[in-house]
C-alpha cells in the first residue's frame, strides 16, 4: 500500500468586478500531470510520501516543487495557514494500486509564483481533475466555509494587517455571497478578537483603521460555553 | 508502507458524584495488546487496512472485534457520531515499521458491552498507551471540545431526547468544568437549534422540558456571516 500526501492551496485574487458580484474570487493551484494516468489532466500537487519522510515534510517537498521563481511576496513554500484536512482511502481512487492519500489545506493571501506546468483555477468550479482530486478541492472549500464562520481561519487569506472591508471581501469570496456591512461589523466587531494596530489605510476613500488577528488559529468559544 | 485505523471510542458514564464534581466522566475504550510491540499494554481499538478493505470499513471491522456480547442499549458498532479525526504519520511511530494510522472518533451515550481484554478508561487521565495513542486521545479530546463550541456534536453523547440539564451535563464532563445554568440555558437556546418534543421527563425533580437536536451535525453559522 502506498501513501501520498495531496496539497490544496487556496489563494484570493481580484476578479472581473461585475457589479454585484464580490471583488475576489478563490483559486486553486493545479498541475499538469506529465504521466499516466491521467496524462495531460491537472491534479493538485502531490505525491508518495518516502519511507522515512514525515507527512509535513513530504508536503513541504511537494510545495517546493510546484513553486516559481523566488519573488517579493507570499511564497507557496510559506503558507499563511496549513492543516491536515482529510484522508482519502476509498479502494479504487488510483487505478495503478491502493494509494491512501493525506490531503492539506494551505491559506495564501495572494497567488505566488508557480512551476512551469502549474496553474491558478477557480475553487469554487474547478476544471476536471485527475483522481478524486475534485472531492477533495470540494472538502477543502466546505472545510473553509465552516471553518470562518467559528474560527480566525481568514488570518491565512490575509495579510498581517487589514480593514474591515478587507476581512468582509474574504467572507464574501469563499461564501460567494454578498454581506451586509453593519452587520458583519458589528459580529466581528462583537468576538472581541481584532486588534487595532494604530495605523489607518488611505487611499481613495476615507481612511480606514487597520486591524490585526492574535496569532495562531482561535476558535470562537463564547457560542455555548 | 502499511496504512492502519485507530478508533477512538468516547463515551460518558456517571462518577463518583462528590459535590461540585460534574455528574458524568468521559470514558475512552482501550484493549489490551496480546502481543509485540507493547504486548501487555492498552492501546486503542484498531487494526491495519485491508488491500482492498475502506477506511470505514476497517474501522467497523475494528469496532465489532471490540465489541461486547450483545445487549439492549447503545452497541459499540454503530456509534451515535464517526467522523474522521487525524492521520498520524511519524515515521518512528511504530517500532516495527512505518505505518500511517487514520484515526477516527466515534461517540456514543453510554459504554456498552465489550469484549474480553477491552476496557473503559478515563479520557481525560488515560493510562499508558501503546505507540502513540496517548497522542491521538488528546487530539479526540481537543477535537470533542473545541466542537461542542461550534457545533451540536454533543448528539453523540446524548440520547434521542433529552433535558438541558442533559445537555449541561455534557458540556460539563468534557470541558471539566461546571458551568452557570442560566448562561447555559440562555446561550443554547439563541442559537434556535433545539426542537422541543412536546414531552416532559417526570422524576424526583420537579417536570423537565425534553429536547432534541436536528439530524446530522450542524455547525453554529450565525457567528460572523
Known sequence: MAVAVDVVVL????????DGVPPLTPLVLAVRRD?????????LPGGHVGLGEGLEAAVCRVL?????QPAPGPRLTAPRHLEQLATFGAPGRDPRGRVVSVSYLALLPAPPPVAAGAAWHP?????ALAFDHRDIVAAAVARLRSKLTYSTVAYGLLGEEFTLSDLQAVYEAVQARPLDKRNFRRKVLALGLLEETGEQRRGSHRPAQLYRFPPGLVVFDDVIA
Not at 475553487?123 to 476544471?127: K, S
Open 11 to 18: 489563494t484570493l485574487a481580484p476578479d472581473g468586478g461585475d
Open 35 to 43: 504521466r499516466d494516468p491521467f496524462a495531460g489532466n491537472w491534479a
Open 64 to 68: 517546493g516543487e510546484a513553486g516559481g
Open 123 to 127: 475553487a469554487l468550479d474547478p476544471p
